[in-house]
């Protein structure tokens, strides 16, 4: 029996749906750029009238809304949470669901080990990670070259979007440490939304404070779009933070699957 592929096909559907509506977002954002940019002198004022913390909690830059990585900046911490639900999903159901569909102790009875199912389940669950990222990027400089031709930074849109997929990673491990240490998950969704909107509401927090060690609490602050578009680069020390979590996620993840137990239907 295949676990990999057996999985994969399980969340073909899933996979389909969440990059279709990543792409229909960013299809919907970048399409009202141009609209935008025309009255931008507007807007800005109107910005301005706007609580400075409030700004900073919903990643309104004044001074660079204007432009299309100003703008794409301010829609993707809605394209971040949207894609943190799908990882974050996934993560929490690769395992869980044995439990909650009890067939745990029926695929433990293949000649396979613990070991390999886990790496089977968390391969298919990145492949449809990668898939997913690799037509939402296509897709957003598809829309970026239509909106604004080619005068626009690449380079650091290019490292935008693709910190959506570390964004990812880091929700997926979560995800799968709660479904190892808490199997018996009723609703997999709720369980993903709940997370999902308290890093959310926990980052928009730390973007008021400005509090650097609050920005390690939650992935949605591990990529500043600001930074990356001055810099041309990511955080050295968030990029290790993040490396460092999903590590010792997945590696605990292991362990303890190794040695939990697993009762028969």
Known sequence: MNIFLHELKAYRKSTIIWTLSLVAMVVLFLSMFPSFSKDAEEFKKLLEGFPVELRK???????????????????????????????????????????????????????????????????AALVSLVITNIVFITATFVMASIVEGNDFNKEALLLIVISLFFIQLMFMALGIIISVIFPRIKSVISVSLGTVFGFFMLGMISSTTEDEALRYLTPFNYFDSTYITQHSSYETSFIIAGVIFIIAAVSASYYFYAKKDVHSV
């Open 57 to 123: 909690a919903i990643g309104l830059s004044v001074d660079s809304i204007a432009t299309l990585i100003g703008f794409f900046s301010y829609a993707f911490l809605y394209l971040k949470l949207a894609g943190a639900i799908q990882a974050m999903n996934l993560g929490t159901s690769i395992l869980s669901k044995e439990t909650r569909e009890k067939t745990a102790d029926f695929l433990l009875t293949k000649p396979v080990t613990r070991t390999q199912v886990v790496t089977s389940k968390l391969l």
